[in-house]
């Protein structure tokens, strides 16, 4: 014999209810106060090995005095990566003067530009 048991749902308390939508409120808000555009009050570089920071720049969209576009500075890098050139690279931003500093490390893929092998002959 099947039992017959019927559970009614209960509705959730409405503080919970007032508790979400203030959180997803909050999130929305967050999510829109860090994307909106910032000025780049100072840049710098700050390489292993040698590298072209001018160039450097141009491919992030970096320059003092304009706005900090993430997605573009995120779409750059994975070209980066792409193009085989770079061990490593981060760009860091932090308050300053009004605006941001940004700072971007970076380390270029070493490369080999000649071997030489040798064999050890036994008599």
């Known amino acids: 014999m099947a039992s017959s048991t019927h559970r009614t749902r209960q509705a959730p308390p409405r503080g919970r209810s007032w508790t979400v939508i203030a959180m997803v409120i909050a999130a929305l808000w967050w999510s829109s106060a860090s ?3 910032q000025t780049v009050t100072r840049v710098s570089v ?26 573009q500075i995120r779409e750059a890098i994975l070209a980066l990566y792409a193009g085989g050139e770079v061990e490593w690279i981060r760009v860091e931003s932090e308050p300053f003067e009004g605006g941001l500093a940004v700072t971007v490390r ?10 030489r092998v040798f064999s050890i002959r036994y008599p």
């Open 35 to 37: 994307t909106a555009e």
């Open 46 to 71: 700050e390489a292993d090995g040698a590298l072209d920071a001018a160039a450097l720049l141009r491919v992030l969209g970096l320059a003092q005095g304009s706005s900090l576009d993430r997605q």
């Open 106 to 115: 970076i380390s270029a893929r070493s490369k080999i530009s000649k071997a």
